[in-house]
Structure formats: C-alpha cells, structure tokens
C-alpha cells in the first residue's frame, strides 16, 4: 500500500509544478514550507482517498507521508492554505482531468 500511496502522492506533482503553476511565482515575505504543488497533491490525494476531515486526513499524512513532505502543517494552516489555494486547485483539477481524457497514459 505504500508504494501506492507513493505513487497517487507523486503523479501529479510534475505536471502541476510544470504546466499549472505559473512559474516565478514569488509572494512577498518568507517562502513558504509546504510548496503549492506539494499542497494540490495533498488536496488531491485527501479527496481520491475519501478522507472523512482535514483532521483525519492529515493524521493519515503525519503516519505515512512524512518523508515525502519535509514539511506538513497543522490543521488551522492546512485549511487556511487550501482556502486560499482554491483558484489554483481548480486549474490543477482542470488540467489532470483534461490529460486524462486525452488518455495520456502519464501526466505531462
């Protein structure tokens, strides 16, 4: 099931990072520890699995995905993040689907 997991958590990164996130894309202040990419993977991922809550979800995260992600937020910072990262969510959403139904056999 890891190596699964792995795999749902890692296949959309690089078509997100690449063709969805505009790139140079720099807000003022300090970076941020959970890259947008790495957060629409775990919004992905939470939804395809069917977590019941954020809370849940990100217990499942904080078991099984720590050595993917160097950096995991807490629950408040997690929702606040996925609020504001709604526009970019929807164009990653819009990009997967539409790769799929190209029948790519990878995103790309």
């Known amino acids: 099931m890891t190596t699964d997991l792995d795999t749902l958590l890692t296949a959309p990164y690089v078509p997100v990072d690449d063709h969805v996130i505009p790139s140079g894309r720099r807000r003022p202040g300090h970076p941020k520890k959970l890259a947008d990419a790495e957060l629409v993977c775990l919004a992905v991922a939470q939804v395809l699995l069917g977590a019941r809550s954020e809370?849940?979800?990100?217990?499942i995260c904080y078991a099984r995905l720590g050595r993917l992600f160097p950096y995991l937020p807490k629950q408040p910072g997690y929702h606040k993040r996925l609020k504001a990262a709604a526009p970019?969510?929807?164009?990653?959403?819009?990009?997967?689907?539409?790769?799929?139904?190209?029948?790519r056999t990878r995103c790309g």
Do not use: C
């Open 88 to 103: 970019l969510l929807a164009a990653a959403m819009d990009y997967l689907a539409a790769s799929a139904r190209r029948g």
């Open 55 to 59: 809370h849940h979800w990100l217990r």
